[in-house]
């Protein structure tokens, strides 16, 4: 295994994500949701889900790339084995409101499957910053969501 192919221990990745969130909330986006850029990197997006139990707002930030007028991300949790809270919480409630920069969508999620998860999964190396995605999925042992918000 390289080195790029390591991931960071569960702490930094938190850490990280906490400050990351912290920007984009006390800058209501204006600092911390970059569009993606083809080829340079991916964008910033804050999805306002709903909680599957507490029924509580639950905004998550997460990268994603483009497919016409759908936004796709990938349900990876930091790379751990088991899903992500907010994917469970999108299975509940899949109508949500998403930022992108200072512009707000209402969207609804759901998983890519078949031939569309195939025709989409390249665009996570066509938009950098995901990471080797190949490799990091194949550590999982249920595999990797690809997730699609289309507009409602």
Known sequence: ???????????????????????????????????PERGRRMGMMRVHAIGRSSGEPRPVVLGYFPDGEAVV???MNGWAASDPSWLRNLRAHPEV????????RRMRARV????????????????????DVEAFSAR????TSVVVLDPV
């Open 112 to 131: 890519a499957e078949g031939a569309e998860r195939e025709r989409l999964w390249p665009g996570f190396t066509t938009y950098p910053g995901w990471g």
């Open 97 to 104: 409101r998403v930022d992108l920069g200072r512009e707000r």
């Open 1 to 35: 295994m390289t080195a790029e192919q390591k991931i960071p221990p569960r702490w930094i990745i938190r850490t990280i994500w906490r400050g990351h969130r912290l920007l984009v909330r006390v800058t209501d986006g204006r600092l911390g949701l970059p569009r």
């Open 73 to 75: 991300t990938l349900a």
């Open 140 to 143: 999982r042992p249920n595999g």
